[in-house]
């Protein structure tokens, strides 16, 4: 089992800002890649956002370039995503997924993580 906590959701309006967090094991934070999901009701899985350990180069979906910004903190051993501009389409369960076996990478193929968090609700009321 690889723990993956998310926190941070919650209900707010078109325009508004959300800070997610995503608390890990000092292990999980070191040996795999890491990255964010969201859920849509009805809809599959989609990547938002990836970032790597050592160089802190990041990864967007082109939906919410612009407006989302991952980051971690090493330290803490916890991922964030800070997001902006929020509007209905980003309504969602957002999850924190790690891979096995494939550490440090830039990865948005969902198959690619095999660990989840129990995911966090984003709800963007118009």
């Known amino acids: 089992q690889v723990p993956l906590v998310e926190s941070g959701g919650g209900l707010v309006q078109a325009g508004d800002s959300l800070r997610l967090s995503c608390a890990a094991s000092?292990?999980?934070?070191?040996?795999?890649?890491l990255a964010w999901f969201r859920q849509a009701p009805g809809k599959e899985r989609e990547f938002v956002a990836a970032v790597k350990r050592s160089d802190g180069s990041t990864l967007y979906a082109d939906s919410v370039k612009g407006r989302f910004t991952i980051s971690r903190d090493n330290d803490k051993n916890t991922l964030y995503l800070q997001m902006n501009s929020l509007s209905p389409e980003d309504t969602g369960n957002y999850y924190c997924?790690?891979?096995?076996?494939?550490?440090?990478?830039?990865?948005?193929?969902?198959?690619?993580?095999?660990?989840w968090g129990q995911g966090t609700q984003v709800t963007v009321s118009s």
């Open positions: 997924g790690a891979t096995a076996g494939l550490a440090d990478m830039l990865l948005r193929n969902r198959n690619l993580y095999h660990y």
């Open positions: 000092e292990r999980t934070f070191s040996m795999y890649s």
